[in-house]
């Protein structure tokens, strides 16, 4: 038996658990949802301004954050945790609010998670195959195969650039270093 507590509710329950990061992580997912809003990206990209077109572009800028994340030195990994923790959180508090009942919110979570892990995945995958499979990637999920996925594959690119320059403060203590979607 490992001692611990098994009644404790961050035992039972590790989404309570409380974080000493919390208002850290708060900060970092807003940065990263003030970044997805940004009107350029639907009003220039062709995102669908719509609640999937702002799921696909915030999934696309926290992927790359966590992608980031989890390849600088710690506390990196840890943060990508808490930060991934929290998105799911927030996803689930945003069904809630929406009205989704609380019997479908755990069917509607898995999809959410299923698919924001796949593009991540996808994304991490095609920025390592270069410009082209990016584009492919992202006219697919981001733009449902409408025309546009040249031009947001530069401004991913880009970010992830930024991101991979970054260091560990502009995580920690923001802001985040998104490039501004209009230079591209």
Do not use: C, W
């Not at 035992?11 to 708060?26: D, G, L, Q």
């Not at 970044?35 to 999937?52: E, H, K, M, Q, W």
């Not at 966590?66 to 506390?75: D, K, T």
């Amino acid at each position: 038996m490992s001692g611990r507590n098994l009644d404790a509710p961050d035992v039972m329950f590790p989404f309570y658990r409380k974080s000493a990061n919390r208002a850290m992580i708060e900060r970092l997912h807003g940065d990263i949802v003030a970044a997805a809003r940004n009107p350029v990206l639907f009003t220039d990209y062709g995102i669908d301004d719509s609640l999937d077109g702002r799921f696909e572009a915030f999934t696309l800028l926290a992927a790359l954050v966590l992608r980031r994340l989890n390849a600088i030195e710690a506390p990196g990994p840890d943060m990508a945790q808490d930060l991934a923790d929290a998105v799911f959180r927030h996803f689930d508090a945003g069904l809630r609010e929406s009205g989704v009942g609380d019997a479908s919110v755990p069917k509607r979570m898995k999809t959410f998670t299923e698919s924001f892990q796949g593009r991540a995945v996808a994304y991490d995958q095609a920025l390592r195959s270069g410009h082209e499979a990016l584009a492919v990637a992202l006219t697919r999920n981001v733009l449902s195969n409408r025309p546009g996925g040249d031009r947001l594959a530069r401004y991913a690119e880009a970010a992830a650039a930024a991101l991979e320059r970054a260091q560990i403060q502009a995580f920690t203590s923001g802001p985040v270093p998104f490039p501004d979607p209009a230079a591209f």
